[in-house]
C-alpha cells in the first residue's frame, strides 16, 4: 500500500519483521495460534540470516553481486517505521510493533527525564528491561522447548539493545564470518531450533561509500556468498530464511537540510530526535501547531511532516502503547526521495554518512524474506 505513490506503508500483523518469529514458531509445530497471515514451510530447524541494510529494492538493482539470494524464492515484507536497525530488531526478536516495544527510532526522548536515548549505543542509564517490558518472541519460543541462538559480535551480548529485543535466546558472540558460521552450524544441529545470525557490515559500508559503490557491491557479494556456503552446509531439513531490517538510499549533498542554517525551524523545539530521514520533534509546551507550519512551509514537499497524533493515526507504528506514546516525537519528519534533515550541533557525525535510512520510501521499506 502507498502513500500519495512515495511511501510504503508499513504491513504490520502481515509480513513485517514482528511476523517472522511467530511464523517460524508456526512452522516448527509451537504456538500455531499466534501465527499470522506469513507463512512458512514446516521445518524442524530454522536459521535466519539478517542483513543489515538489504532492501528489496537494492536486492532488485543489483542482483548481478547476489546472483544466490536473487535466485531465492519469497515475497518482500516491510519494515516498520521508522525503518531502522534498532526499531527493526526488537520487531523481530519481540514479535510486536515499535508502538508495543517503545524503541522508535535510532534516538528518542526518554519522557521521565527529557534526555535523548541513543538505542544503538544505550547511552543513558535507562533499564532495558523496563524500557521494553514485554517478554519476547524469541523467549515464548525457548519456553515452549525450542533451542533459541543469537549470533553476533561479542561485543553486543548485554547490550541494552539485545537485552530489551532479544532476551531470551542463548547468545553467542562471533566476530568474523567464520565464527559465525561455525556458531550456525553447531546452533542448528539441534530440533527443535530457531537459529538467528546477524550481519552488519552491508550497512556499515553503505553508510560510508553509499549504495552501488564498489566497496557496497563488493560486500553484497561477500554476503551472498556467506549464505551460499551457509546453505550449502546446512541439512536440508534444515531451512534459511534470509532477511533484511531496512533498505538505504543515498543523499548527496545538494538534497541535505542543514538544520543550523535554518534557525526559524529550532522555534518552539526543546529536543531534536530520530535520524537524518526520519526527525522526532520535540517541542516546548503550546508550539506543537506553530512547529509544524513552520516546517511545512521551509520543507515542503520534500518531506511529509506530521504531528504525533496524525502518525500514530495513520498507523505508522502499529499499536502504540500509553507508555510509548510520548517517546514519539510531537512532529515528525519523513523525508522523501533522496532528502534528509541534519542537525551538526545534535549529531556532529552524522553528516559525514552517505547512505541513510529511516523514512518510508521503497528503497528504505521493503526488505526481503527469501526461503532457501
Avoid at 508499513?10 to 511464523?23: C, E, I, K, N, S
Avoid at 532488485?60 to 519494515?79: I, V
Avoid at 539485545?162 to 561455525?182: I, K
Amino acid at each position: 500500500m502507498t502513500d500519495g505513490g512515495a511511501f510504503v506503508e508499513p504491513a504490520y500483523h502481515q509480513r513485517t519483521l514482528g511476523d517472522v518469529v511467530p511464523a517460524i514458531a508456526a512452522a516448527l509445530g509451537v504456538e500455531r495460534h499466534l501465527a499470522g497471515t506469513l507463512v512458512l514451510p514446516d521445518a524442524p530447524a530454522y536459521v535466519v540470516f539478517l542483513i543489515d541494510g538489504l532492501g528489496q529494492e537494492l536486492l532488485n538493482r543489483y542482483s548481478y553481486a547476489a546472483p544466490f539470494l536473487a535466485s531465492l524464492a519469497g515475497s518482500p515484507g516491510t519494515s516498520g517505521v521508522p525503518s531502522t536497525t534498532a526499531t527493526s530488531l526488537t520487531s523481530l526478536g519481540t514479535g510486536l510493533t515499535p508502538g508495543q516495544h517503545g524503541l522508535v527510532g535510532y534516538t528518542a526522548r526518554v519522557p521521565e527525564t527529557g534526555e535523548l536515548l541513543n538505542h544503538l549505543q544505550w547511552d543513558r542509564d535507562v533499564d532495558p528491561t523496563l524500557w521494553q517490558p514485554h517478554q519476547t518472541a524469541f523467549a515464548r519460543l525457548s519456553a515452549a522447548g525450542v533451542r533459541v541462538t543469537s549470533i553476533n559480535k561479542r561485543a553486543f551480548a548485554t547490550s541494552g539493545l539485545t537485552v530489551a529485543g532479544h532476551r531470551g535466546s542463548a547468545y553467542v558472540g562471533a566476530d568474523n564470518a567464520e565464527e559465525r558460521f561455525a556458531a550456525v552450524l553447531e546452533a542448528a544441529g539441534t530440533a527443535p531450533s530457531l537459529t538467528y545470525v546477524y550481519d552488519g557490515d552491508l550497512d556499515k559500508t553503505g553508510h560510508q561509500h553509499g549504495v552501488a559503490s564498489t566497496e557496497w557491491l563488493l560486500e553484497l557479494q561477500a554476503v551472498d556468498e556467506f549464505a551460499e556456503d551457509l546453505r550449502d552446509a546446512l541439512p536440508p531439513s534444515v531451512r534459511l530464511l534470509v532477511l533484511a531490517d531496512h533498505g538505504m538510499v543515498d543523499s548527496p549533498r545538494a538534497s541535505r537540510l542543514e538544520l543550523d542554517d535554518h534557525p526559524e525551524l529550532r522555534q518552539g523545539i526543546a529536543l531534536v530526535g530520530g535520524e537524518a530521514r526520519f526527525r522526532h520533534l520535540y517541542c516546548r509546551s503550546g508550539a506543537v501547531d506553530d512547529v509544524a507550519a513552520a516546517w511545512r512551509a521551509v520543507i515542503g514537499s520534500r518531506a511529509t511532516v506530521l504531528t504525533r497524533p496524525e502518525a500514530v493515526a495513520k498507523g505508522w507504528f502499529g499499536e502504540v502503547d500509553p507508555a510509548v506514546g510520548l517517546r514519539l516525537g510531537d512532529v515528525m519528519i519523513a523525508c522523501h526521495d533522496d532528502f534528509a534533515v541534519f542537525s551538526t550541533r545534535d549529531f556532529p557525525r552524522e553528516h559525514t554518512m552517505v547512505g541513510l535510512h529511516g523514512s518510508l520510501t521503497r528503497d528504505e521499506m521493503l526488505i526481503p524474506i527469501l526461503i532457501a
